[in-house]
């Protein structure tokens, strides 16, 4: 399997208690339940509303991945 990087950025970088990570998936399904899993149900309720991108994409959860591919898990902005 493909070695990959997740970066998480704002509350989902909070939840996980990490800026990024890496891991081993074939696919970004795969690789996010992995960094459920890991991280836990804070990281799961953020992972829920956020916008998940593969490589500057929006990503699609059966996409297949690649040595050197980079997941970025986006939660929603506030602003005030």
Known sequence: MPT???RLFAGAREAAGV???QTE????AEAL????ATFGDGF???LAASR???NGEPALE???LSAGDEIA???PVSGG
């Open 52 to 54: 998940v991108w593969l």
């Open 19 to 21: 800026g990024s990570t």
């Open 25 to 28: 998936a074939s696919s970004v």
């Open 4 to 6: 990959v990087t997740i």
């Open 62 to 64: 059966g996409a297949q």
């Open 44 to 46: 799961t309720a953020v």
């Open 33 to 36: 339940d992995w960094a459920m």
């Open 73 to 75: 898990v986006l939660p």
